[in-house]
Each structure stands twice: as C-alpha cells, then as structure tokens.
C-alpha cells in the first residue's frame, strides 16, 4: 500500500539557517503530496501542496518539488524563524485508496533556537 | 470563521465507560474523517465519511463507530473504550475527495483511558 517516510527528528537549528526535512514516498501512479505543520497545542494546518511531477508547492517561505523520478518531496526553506518551531508532516492522497484518505508520515519536530 | 470544533479538548475516563467526542464544520464540507495521532507512529486514520449517511473504515476502526445524519457533524463514538485507546484525537474535513482538496484540522482531543 501506499506510505511516506520521513527522516528522524528532533532537527535542531539556529535561526537563519537553511532547513531541509527529507520526504519519499511509496505510491501507484501519481499521488497528491502535502506537506502540514503542527504548532503545539493545535491541529495540522495544510503548508503546501503538489498534485503533478515537478510541480513546486510554496508558502510562508518553504518550499518543496515534486520529484517522480526519485519519488520525494523534500521541505526547505532558506532561512529560518523560532517561530518556525513546530512538528512536520509529509502526506499524500492516491490512487489505492481512490483518493479517499490522507496517507501520513510519522512526522518530524523542528527546534530553532535564538 | 471557518472551522472544525472538537469537543472536549481533554478527557480522563475509566476502561468501559461509553464516550463520545463531537465534532462539527462550518465550511459545508462533503468529507469528514477521525484520525488518532500516536508517538512514532503519525496520524492513523480511524473512519470517514464521504457524504450523510456514507461512513467508511480506516487503518484502525476497531473499537470505534462514527455516524453522519448530518452534514455537518461526524462523531466519534468509544463504546467500551480500553487503555490502548488513550491518545490523541483529531476530527477533518475537506471539501471533496482528497486529490486537490486540502484536510481542515481540528484542534485535538487528548483522551486518557484508565
């Protein structure tokens, strides 16, 4: 079936540096990817998405391409905020389950410090 | 302001005692879904609805029920809840199908089982 790896946390960084967090995932066809972020205390909140290969999904800074041929999509961005600090979550949405379901990662925390 | 409302936000409960964690949308979402969210395992999804009166397992449905008689709200039912049910709780809905249609989250409900 379909599933996302995510790499380990906690990722430790100080504010300005440059962040990536690794995604892959395991599909038929070509899934929706998804990337949501969860401040303490509060539910997911979508960050940003793809729905087709090479697309780049982008907001509030951070990035990340949809890559078919190396079936990833790696968050960045380039320079980054304590108030970034937060839990990470790489999803997709497939075929196998028609679409009908939000398949998760186990997540991955980001500590900036000052 | 468009929202999904989880309620309680926190329950303690004793092995057995039947519960129910609400949920509702404001957004007239056609789909809703409960997912629990446990350490190093991510977000599992327990049951979903495409429509009223259309609900459909998950990845961990046992131990659970859900009803949609209406739009709007997706409970999530607990008859005999144990121990291994104690986590966190949160209810979804999305406009359509999951391909292009972001999940709106609802803040959590942490539920301890004793």
């Known amino acids: 079936g379909d599933s996302v790896t995510q790499m380990e946390g906690p990722v430790t960084l100080s504010e300005e540096a440059f962040l990536t967090i690794n995604c892959t995932y395991t599909?038929?066809?070509?899934?929706?990817l998804f990337w949501y972020v969860q401040y303490p205390g509060e539910g997911l909140q979508l960050l940003l998405k793809a729905t087709k290969a090479d697309d780049k999904g982008s907001n509030k800074g951070f990035e990340a391409t949809y890559r078919k041929e190396t079936t990833s999509f790696h968050l960045e961005k380039g320079s980054v905020q304590v108030s970034d600090s937060a839990v990470y979550f790489c999803?997709?949405?497939?075929?196998?389950?028609?679409?009908?379901?939000?398949?998760f990662g186990t997540g991955t925390r980001l500590l900036v410090s000052p | 302001e468009a929202q999904v409302t989880q309620n309680p936000r926190y329950l303690i409960t004793v092995t057995g005692k039947k519960l129910t964690v609400t949920c509702s949308q404001n957004?007239?979402?056609?789909?809703m879904s409960w997912y629990r969210q446990d350490p190093g395992l991510g977000l599992r999804q327990i049951y979903y609805s495409m429509n009223v009166e259309v609900t459909d397992k998950g990845d961990v449905p046992e131990g659970y029920k859900v009803s949609r008689k209406e739009k709007r709200n997706f409970p999530l039912i607990l008859e005999s809840p144990s121990p291994n049910q104690t986590s966190l709780y949160f209810c979804?809905?999305?406009?359509?199908?999951?391909?292009?249609?972001?999940?709106?989250f609802g803040n959590g409900t942490r539920l301890t089982v004793t």
């Open positions: 599909a038929t066809g070509y899934p929706s």
């Open positions: 979804a809905s999305s406009q359509t199908a999951l391909g292009n249609s972001p999940l709106h």
């Open positions: 999803a997709l949405s497939g075929l196998n389950t028609g679409f009908q379901k939000l398949v």
């Open positions: 957004m007239n979402h056609e789909y």
